[in-house]
């Protein structure tokens, strides 16, 4: 299962990015996706997951109204559209595929940085 993230840089305290995570046609359609972080010195921590069918999704407290998971199914892609960022949501994103619960998922994509400056 091949994880193809994109759309990390360095942005502004209140801006926006997007991240995206291009999966395989299988791999999309199977499995429940989402996205964690990993910040500096910090344990990796989830962010956000949608179901196959995009009728569940679920976010961590500390993202919820600012972080919109969805799926492209056009393009077989889970994105994650991230507005009012603050310098806290600084980290390395890592795409998952597999997502069980909030902590365990089965295919890791590469990370992606993520920088918010003050």
């Known amino acids: 299962v091949q994880l193809q993230a994109s759309g990390g840089g360095l942005v502004q305290a209140g801006g926006s990015l997007r991240l995206s995570c291009a999966a395989s046609r299988r791999t999309f359609n199977s499995v429940r996706m989402g996205w964690f972080r990993q910040a500096p010195g910090k344990e990796r921590e989830f962010v956000a997951a949608i179901s196959v069918r995009g009728d569940s999704i679920d976010y961590a407290d500390s993202v919820k109204g600012r972080f919109t998971i969805y799926r492209d199914r056009n393009m077989y892609a889970v994105n994650l559209q991230m507005n009012g960022l603050k310098p806290e949501d600084t980290a390395v994103y890592y795409c998952?595929?597999?997502?069980?619960?909030?902590?365990?998922?089965?295919?890791w994509g590469q990370g992606t940085q993520v920088t918010v400056s003050s």
């Open positions: 998952a595929a597999g997502v069980v619960g909030a902590t365990q998922a089965a295919y």
